[in-house]
């Protein structure tokens, strides 16, 4: 059993290495990692890249272009969106709405 916080938040640490190191296997890794990597941001950032400083720079690379697709999506979704509006709109007035 954990005694206390310093021994926690070590462990937390030990588990971030080994997850970046790719030691630390298990089926639940996925949900420990994302735990641990909002949970502990700027240490999570730093172990990565004292670690694995080109796996830092690929995954920084990556994180950016899926924020860029993200945000395409997101601007073509409200394209779409507001083209469906307006066409139901304009239905809408064909058929004698807002004379």
């Given at each position: 059993m954990k005694d206390t916080t310093r021994e926690v938040i070590k462990d937390d640490?030990?588990?971030?290495?080994?997850?970046?190191?790719?030691?630390?296997?298990?089926?639940?890794?996925?949900?420990?990692?994302?735990?641990l990597e909002s949970k502990y941001?700027?240490?999570?950032?730093?172990?990565?890249?004292?670690?694995?400083?080109?796996?830092?720079?690929?995954?920084v690379a990556w994180e950016k272009k899926e924020a860029?697709?993200?945000?395409?999506?997101?601007?073509?979704?409200k394209k779409k969106q507001k083209e469906r509006y307006d066409s139901v709109k304009e239905s809408w007035k064909k058929m004698g709405g807002l004379k």
């Open positions: 640490l030990m588990d971030i290495e080994k997850i970046i190191l790719g030691t630390y296997t298990s089926t639940g890794t996925g949900y420990i990692r994302n735990h941001p700027k240490q999570w950032k730093a172990i990565y890249m004292e670690l694995n400083p080109e796996g830092y720079k690929k995954l860029e697709r993200d945000k395409k999506e997101e601007s073509e979704t």
